[in-house]
């Protein structure tokens, strides 16, 4: 089944696809100039010590974001 | 050279364009500013196939938006400059972000050319791209190379020359952005083309574009030029913005956004990119990052390694600085025997050799910070410190990178603030570097180590390793909660985005680690060496001028005088003596009293010098922390260099020079005199702490943060800050003691 939630809800090693940002100005631009618009496929590889920030693998490249920032990207991952 | 071809180098960071224009100029290369910011602007020469080039090596950005300083200065060069071509660095192995790019700089219709880079990389992850279909979709020559071993240069330049002399008018790139969008952008493209709005500087379509996606550089251009057209669009962009939020729940920016990169993923699926592996294949760098971002072993092995930097920076540096130390005491040396006694000679030795010496005493200290930091930012790893500290440094308005500045400042006691303010330029966050690069001189350096030593000495002998301690923790815990004050009030704004990308770990090459340190080594000589000479004198002369007056020059030879005929075998006893020969007892004797008459007039003359007045001054204040005018005085002298401030407290109190390393009866003088205490000297301590930096390292302020503004504010702030710490400490102090 799949389902939708925030994407500061994923656990390490779990796979998912975007399917809004709603982040705007500088975040917002930040985050799409670096790939994560609606349709990208992503896999989140760790976390950092302190749980934050978050390190996802894009499909050629791995990249940061800070929890708080995470927060305004929905994805869809496979249900339990 | 003016008939020569501009050819611009672009692309994302972590492209391999640095490595490309090493490739390209060698050692033919420059690096400066751009006007008016503290963006790096790399330039350099090459020649191809008898054509002379020069290459600008644009600032590595992810887009073309006003976003960030290094995106504007990169587009502005591109619609200003108008280099003949440029050559777009294409991650092979990260294709489809890359080209984000360079679909941009196509919509920007200038003439561009597309190098695969790292080919060989794509190769090994199994990948193949038709670089001639790619060509033929996007409509610009597209060449594989890989920049590390210059495979593939001659192809490029090649092809970029070939695009150059053309100079012909490249027809900007147009995609379909939807039908809302699309319709909106005809209608102000033709409005645009009607009223030469903008066209001379950018196409008119690309203009439509900036302004739906409320660009506020093209917004603010256009309202200059022509206010009635650019009223005319921003409605259109109104009413667009307002359909699409309501019909579709976006804005057009986001939009815009989201088609590029569909328009990319439909290039793709022609058979641009084949892969003979499943995508989830786990690459080397996720294996490497299983460790060194560990939750355990992670952190730890982040602390050895910056440790490791620590010790690198100061530890094999420590023979180099060593030479520059007996070369300028050679050349003092030298000046001594070869000036008579005077104004002259003291200028020469105290302002010029002094001053210079100083500031190249540094250069061996910066070139192995910048090997070491060129070491961890080319190899990927200073993303990952980055990664491991954000959430702790942004409690304090700081940035994970933040570490690195601090640590090599004097965050483990000893460092050096001058090349910590110059590490911040790893930092691409331009609040936070601001943040960093002005509370980092709060760290104990290596010349603040023998002011406290000589304190510790005198009053608290007994528990130096721990009061040592409890001064390193005080350094970290000021200078953090500073950034948090300056954040919260003079550079305050959100925390910048963290978006960041984890490069793969590389393995950096030699000749770009060497170009590297090289470049900023040479940049801090040039800029730092001519400010520093200047200020240094006039350091120099406020400890000198106004001399004693004649009267008690006089005064002081009749003592000379009377002490020397009160003893006259002994007096022609040490006329004929050689340097180190052994004295009668009456002899050295009148050796010491004659000593003790020079301490006596140096005393004199630096309390009746500008320092010394100022010094005086400001007792009535600084009596508020327990300090006296010799105190002041020697504070004053800091500003040049703190372990000044050690031998400016010897001749304020008689003692000569005394030398930084060996204090001898300093320490013994400050604990027998009356007006200090273990209170005084803990207030000292603390001030000398945190107040103002030396200037040396002011001036790198203001080299890094671009303006004088932020050197002053530093002097200023940080004396403010200091006083009141040594005040609270002496008044809070006094009421328990």
């Known amino acids: 089944m799949k389902k939708q939630h925030g994407l500061r809800q994923m656990k390490v090693k779990q796979k998912g696809v975007i399917v809004a940002v709603n982040a705007k100005g500088e975040l917002g631009r930040r985050i799409r100039d670096m790939g994560l618009v609606p349709g990208t496929e992503l896999k989140v590889t760790g976390r950092a010590p302190l749980k934050d920030p978050v390190a996802l693998r894009l499909k050629d490249f791995t990249l940061t974001l800070r929890n708080n920032e995470a927060d305004y990207i929905t994805v869809e991952t496979e249900g339990e | 050279m003016n008939d020569s071809l501009t050819v611009a180098l672009a692309g994302n960071p972590n492209s391999g364009k640095t490595t490309m224009f090493n490739a390209l100029t060698g050692a033919r290369q420059h690096v400066g500013n751009y006007p008016g910011v503290t963006v790096e602007k790399k330039e350099g020469h090459c020649e191809h196939n008898s054509d002379k080039l020069h290459v600008v090596d644009l600032p590595g950005t992810y887009s073309l938006t006003a976003y960030s300083l290094e995106e504007v200065v990169a587009r502005d060069f591109l619609v200003h400059e108008r280099p003949e071509v440029t050559i777009d660095i294409v991650d092979a192995s990260n294709l489809e972000r890359n080209l984000y790019l360079a679909l941009q700089f196509l919509e920007l219709g200038i003439p561009v050319v597309i190098a695969l880079n790292m080919i060989d990389v794509a190769k090994s992850r199994g990948m193949s791209i038709d670089a001639d279909k790619l060509s033929e979709l996007l409509g610009v020559p597209v060449v594989p190379v890989v920049a590390r071993s210059s495979k593939g240069k001659t192809e490029l330049m090649d092809a970029a020359l070939s695009v150059a002399k053309k100079q012909q008018k490249q027809q900007p790139f147009e995609i379909s952005y939807g039908e809302d969008l699309d319709s909106a952008i005809s209608e102000m493209k033709a409005l645009i083309s009607k009223a030469h709005f903008l066209t001379d500087t950018y196409p008119a379509r690309w203009t439509a574009l900036k302004y739906l996606e409320e660009d506020k550089q093209i917004l603010e251009k256009g309202r200059e030029t022509d206010p009635q057209v650019a009223g005319k669009l921003e409605k259109i962009v109104e009413r667009v913005k307002h359909h699409i939020n309501t019909t579709m729940d976006t804005y057009p920016e986001a939009l815009i956004a989201d088609h590029r990169y569909g328009y990319i993923h439909a290039i793709m699926k022609q058979d641009i990119l084949q892969r003979d592996d499943n995508s989830d294949r786990m690459y080397f760098s996720d294996m490497i990052d299983k460790v060194l971002t560990n939750r355990i072993l992670g952190p730890v092995i982040m602390l050895l390694i910056l440790m490791g930097l620590y010790q690198f920076t100061f530890t094999y540096s420590e023979v180099p600085v060593g030479w520059c130390e007996s070369l300028f005491g050679w050349l003092g040396g030298v000046a001594d025997v070869a000036l008579p006694d005077g104004l002259l000679k003291s200028l020469v030795i105290s302002g010029v050799i002094d001053g210079v010496g100083g500031v190249m005493g540094f250069v061996p200290l910066i070139m192995f910070m910048f090997f070491g930091i060129a070491i961890l930012e080319d190899t990927g790893y200073l993303a990952r410190v980055a990664f491991m500290l954000d959430r702790v440094f942004r409690i304090f308005g700081l940035h994970g990178s933040s570490v690195m500045s601090y640590i090599v400042s004097g965050g483990i006691a000893g460092g050096c603030a001058v090349p910590g303010v110059m590490a911040t330029r790893t930092l691409r966050s331009p609040r936070e570097r601001l943040a960093t690069l002005l509370t980092a001189p709060f760290m104990n350096c290596g010349a603040k180590l023998p002011v406290m030593a000589l304190l510790i000495a005198a009053f608290f002998a007994k528990h130096e390793a721990f009061v040592m301690f409890v001064l390193t923790l005080l350094a970290w815990a000021v200078a953090l909660m500073a950034s948090r004050l300056l954040r919260s009030t003079v550079i305050t704004g959100e925390s910048t985005p963290f978006v960041m990308e984890l490069p793969p770990y590389r393995l950096p090459t030699m000749r770009g680690l060497l170009i590297h340190t090289w470049e900023r080594t040479w940049q801090y000589i040039r800029k730092a060496g001519t400010v520093i000479l200047g200020i240094s004198i006039l350091v120099w002369a406020m400890m000198t001028f106004p001399g004693l007056s004649d009267e008690s020059v006089q005064q002081f030879d009749q003592q000379r005088k009377a002490a020397r005929t009160a003893q006259p075998e002994a007096a022609q006893e040490l006329d004929a ?161």
């Not at chain 2, 140096?602 to 508020?624: I, Q």
């Not at chain 2, 800050?721 to 008044?731: I, K, P, R």
């Open chain 2, 577 to 737: 003596a050689a340097e180190d020969a052994e004295l009668s007892a009456a002899a050295g004797e009148l050796q010491e009293t004659l000593e003790g008459i020079d301490r006596k007039e140096a005393e004199t003359a630096l309390r009746n010098s500008v320092a010394g007045r100022v010094g005086t001054f400001l007792e009535g204040v600084s009596s508020l922390a327990g300090f006296d005018w010799r105190t002041n005085i020697a504070l004053v002298g800091g500003f040049a260099a703190k372990e000044v401030i050690v031998s400016t407290l010897g001749t304020a109190y008689s003692l000569g020079e005394v030398d930084p390393e060996e204090t001898g009866a300093l320490p013994d003088t400050l604990a027998a005199s009356p007006g200090w205490s273990p209170l005084v000297a803990l207030s000292l301590i603390v001030f000398v702490m945190f107040y103002a930096p030396c200037f040396v390292v002011v001036v790198c302020i203001v080299r890094e943060a671009g303006s004088w503004k932020w050197g002053a504010f530093s002097m200023v702030f940080n004396t403010v800050l200091a006083f009141a710490l040594a005040v609270a400490v002496y008044q809070l102090g006094g009421l328990f003691v």
